[in-house]
Nanobody, 125 residues
Framework: VQLQASGGGLVQAGDSLRLSCVAS????????MGWFRQAAGKEREFVAA????????SYADSVKGRFTISKDNAKSTVYLQMNSLKPEDTAVYLCAARGTAQTMGVMYPSWYEYWGQGTLVTVSS
């Protein structure tokens, strides 16, 4: 499956952005989807994940209450709504997918099978 992320940009602290990740080449409803981010010089960091039918959501502590992940299987798209953005949210955001019903490994980059190319989010203070 191919993943294409979009929606990044330059915003000010406190603003909102919505990222999208469109999947092609597979049956989207079979995939657990995740969002990760990677800031310059840092390791890839888990942000959020959603189960195949959207019944199970996971978030990093750093984004709980500010970010919301959602999934539209009809549009083969996963979203990340980001509110109350902070400068420390600045990073390249990547979407990832794994074709499974399990969600035990959603926080680990190595658990995923497919990755998109990322979209840059820059939050100025």
């Amino acid at each position: 499956v191919q993943l294409q992320a979009s929606g990044g940009g330059l915003v000010q602290a406190g603003d909102s952005l919505r990222l999208s990740c469109v999947a092609s080449g597979g049956t989207f409803s079979r995939y657990v989807m995740g969002w990760f981010r990677q800031a310059a010089g840092k390791e890839r960091e888990f942000v959020a994940a959603i189960s195949r039918v959207g019944g199970s959501l996971s978030y990093a502590d750093s984004v709980k209450g500010r970010f919301t992940i959602s999934k539209d299987n009809a549009k083969s798209t996963v979203y990340l709504q980001m509110n109350s953005l902070k400068p420390e949210d600045t990073a390249v955001y990547l979407c990832a997918a794994r074709g499974t019903a399990q969600t035990m490994g959603v926080m680990y980059p190595s658990w995923y099978e497919y990755w998109g190319q990322g979209t840059l989010v820059t939050v100025s203070s």
